[in-house]
């Protein structure tokens, strides 16, 4: 893993209030670029390949719907946790986070996302 993807995960562990998991995926192939969870019990490589599926039914509604438009992010709220999946512009990738909703920002939370996400595509 790159040195830049090794700093992106620990800088959102250490400044995201309620941080429970993140990884970067491949749409195409659905190879993780990296993941980290502080809960041994939350495997992020696997949310992200199940979350794959959500991103592609998602593309496919959009050319359905004929809509000239791009996925920003998709939300999911659980009962106690908030998941953010963070398309790239390109549509190549996206960044998967896992936080607690009971301690994130969600608007500090998809800023701190939207900052990374501009800087990974020139990385990857």
Known sequence: ???????????????????????????????????????????PELASAYNLEVVK?????????????????????????IHIIDVSEDGQYFIYLAVDAKKANLGLTRATLGKFKKDIISKL
């Open 57 to 81: 039914a998602k593309i496919n509604a959009i050319k359905a719907l004929g809509l000239d438009q791009k996925i920003n992010d998709i939300l999911i709220t659980l009962t106690d946790q």
């Open 1 to 43: 893993m790159s040195d830049f993807l090794q700093n992106f995960q620990n800088d959102l562990k250490e400044n995201v209030s309620g941080f429970i998991a993140v990884s970067v995926t491949e749409v195409e192939t659905g190879m993780s670029y990296c993941s980290l969870s502080v809960r041994p019990d939350f495997d």
